[in-house]
């Protein structure tokens, strides 16, 4: 029998062969490589017998699909090792997240000085290198029984649906329940850490009972554990949830969990970002508007939110009337195209949002500006005849590659195309607008790694994984092409026939949250902004009383050219005030003495303590201009 490879060249195989038997043919043999395999655009594990004809993908280590597979095996192991150690704890649910996994016990205590053994139990595991069997359960009454001793896992049994299928895997003497896909055999884990652990409600309820949660990682490369543990050092040091409250950016208050509070000098941060965002804006010809934030059930029902997201959604009754607040702002933005027939002439019509939405998220989840209740979206939807699909995608990724650059963000792009069930548009639909967007990465000559069948039920789509200083990613931005609310919402215009037309729909955010993006480059320039964004641009330090009237003069000046400038004249020495100034990240420190006020200078260091010395004032207010107006990230004035 063949079957083809991504590259569509074609391998020979003999019948009943596995895809683990094609990875070994293939030499594919590495710790980092086959950790599983996509079969027509299914994900499964390596055990899986290959028919005649079909498609099979690798994923290794540097995919997402990969690294899933990869954490979702060891999260198995970090079970195990418990179940060894401490035969009396329940295992409930251990998923893979962004960075690794957790898993959620009960009838456990432990503290970080139990790490060590818990590694050791785990490495050993590992080292006997079981090879994960899966097992699918003729009935849930058979699941149940297997999982009797275990009141979690029957409760998650008697959840699935009916027509659901029920599996588990086994290695060695220990068996879960689980979808999978895992690892062929555990010795393709080369490295691993038990990262921290913390409390947990079931479910992510309150009420519920309180769970031990560890967290851990693991590579197929000792190396890799190295870099991503001194990462997670150097993120200490740049922690949102710590800088920001210090350079008195934001707080967060117990009075409304999830909903961040922006303080003066946070807000002129986010001031310059709408202000740069909107200035896109308008150059490529979008509308701005602004929907409201609390509509009827009616509305939700339409968009299918209240069947699909009620959980997520804060909805009371006003005059006997169900209202919510708006998680998204889509189906707005579909209420305003509805307000008057449009003309194809009128196409593409490019519609802005910076809209406020609120999402329930577990109290557990909620995570500094990263993850809240509340968060404005950049959302923009764009309605199009179908030929306008290919060049509208490539004029967003332009604008994103102009804004996530101008921030000195990498990234890098991923197609996710139509899964394999559960969506909506038919076949010719889907073509079409998959092939739009792959024509337009083409044409911008990006790279982009394709997801097979992990688009969104109503289309295709695009999403941008930027990369800070730090070398972590962030999915932010994205593209999707959707044929669910056009649909939904009879969204029409006039063709040149006279016809009446339904249009396509792209959503798109770049920011993504805009309060996620702040979070983002707080920690992507560790507090140290450029002068452009800074609240703390120009600090005017004086060395004794006397001095203070030339430094008030120059203050003003300062801010009469638009500059955030302040002054200390406090009675301390001129190093601590310096230094003072250096903590706060101000960006310019200038520093007036007798020799200043005589030749109507300053004296400049900069927040990274370099002395430039005696400047003449003119001259250093041209180069600071010129700085903010092409929004530098680097100071003319640097070593």
């Not at 689980?178 to 490295?191: D, F, T, V």
């Not at 009237?549 to 009675?571: I, P, Q, R, W």
Request: with cysteine; aromatic share 10%.
């Amino acid at each position: 029998m063949f079957v083809k490879l991504k590259d569509q060249s074609s391998v020979e195989l003999l019948e009943g062969s596995t895809a683990k038997d094609l990875a070994d043919k293939l030499n594919l043999k590495g710790p980092d490589q086959a950790l599983g395999a996509s079969i027509n655009g299914k994900t499964v594990d390596l055990s899986c017998t290959l028919k005649d004809g079909d498609t099979v993908n690798f994923w290794n280590f540097n995919d997402s699909q990969g690294k899933e597979i990869f954490w979702h095996t060891s999260a198995h192991v970090l079970a195990q090792a418990i179940l060894r150690i401490y035969p009396d704890a329940k295992p409930t649910i251990g998923p893979p997240i962004e960075n690794g996994f957790y898993y959620d016990f009960a009838n456990l205590t432990i503290s970080d000085t139990d790490f060590e053994k818990i590694e050791n139990e785990m490495q050993k595991i590992v080292s006997e290198n079981y090879i994960s069997e899966r097992q699918t359960f003729p009935s849930r009454e058979e699941a149940l029984k297997n999982f009797s001793h275990n009141p979690y896992k029957c409760e998650l049994i008697q959840n699935f649906a009916p027509s659901e299928e029920l599996t588990g895997y086994r290695q060695g003497e220990f068996f879960d329940l689980c979808r999978g896909p895992h690892l062929y055999s555990l010795g393709k884990i080369k490295a691993l850490k038990i990262l921290k652990t913390s409390g947990a409600y079931w479910h992510g309820d309150p009420t519920k009972e309180m769970l031990t949660r560890i967290y851990g990682i693991t590579f197929p490369d000792r190396k890799l554990l190295k870099e991503y543990l001194l990462q997670l050092e150097e993120a200490k040091k740049r922690d949102h949830k710590i800088l920001g409250p210090k350079l008195d950016l934001f707080s967060l208050k117990d009075e409304a969990p999830g909903m961040p509070f922006i303080h003066p000098k946070g807000m002129v941060i986010w001031n310059q970002l709408i202000a740069y965002i909107r200035e896109c804006l308008a150059r490529k010809d979008y509308v701005e508007i602004k929907t409201p934030s609390l509509m009827t059930r009616e509305l939700w029902e339409r968009s299918g939110h209240w069947s699909n997201y009620r959980q997520n959604m804060y909805a009371f009754q006003i005059e006997d009337r169900d209202y919510a607040i708006k998680p998204m702002n889509c189906p707005g933005g579909m209420l305003y195209y509805k307000t008057y027939v449009h003309s194809y002439r009128e196409l593409p019509l490019r519609v802005a949002e910076i809209g406020n939405v609120h999402r329930h998220e577990p109290s557990g989840a909620l995570s500094g500006l990263f993850r809240v209740r509340s968060f404005h979206q950049d959302d923009a939807h764009i309605f199009m005849k179908p030929s306008d699909i290919q060049s509208e995608i490539l004029n967003v990724l332009n604008l994103a590659h102009e804004i996530y650059t101008t921030f000195g963000l990498n990234y890098h792009l991923e197609l996710s195309t139509k899964p394999e069930k559960n969506t909506i548009g038919s076949d010719e639909d889907w073509d079409i607008a998959t092939a739009g967007l792959k024509g337009a990465l083409d044409q911008a000559g990006r790279a982009y790694r394709i997801n097979e069948g992990d688009g969104a039920f109503y289309g295709p789509k695009i999403d941008f994984h930027i990369r800070d200083a730090i070398n972590r990613t962030w999915q932010c931005g994205t593209i999707q092409l959707d044929m669910a609310l056009p649909e939904k919402f009879e969204l029409e215009y006039t063709a040149a026939d006279g016809t009446r037309r339904r249009p396509v729909m792209i959503h798109r955010a770049l920011f993504g949250s805009v309060e996620r993006f702040f979070g983002i480059l707080i920690e992507h320039f560790s507090g140290k902004f450029p002068l452009w964004l800074s609240p703390l641009q120009v600090r005017v330090v004086t060395v004794a009383d006397r001095h203070s009237t030339y430094a008030e003069e120059l203050v003003k000046k300062f801010k009469e050219a638009g500059f955030h400038c302040d002054m200390d004249n406090a009675s301390e020495s001129v190093n601590k005030k310096i230094r003072n100034a250096q903590l706060s990240q101000v960006n310019y420190i200038l520093t007036v003495g007798d020799t200043e006020v005589e030749h109507q200078t300053a004296n400049l260091r900069t927040r990274d303590n370099v002395v430039h010395g005696e400047v003449k004032i003119e001259e250093f207010l041209e180069k600071i201009e010129k700085e903010r107006k092409e929004r530098l990230l680097q100071s003319p004035y640097r070593q």
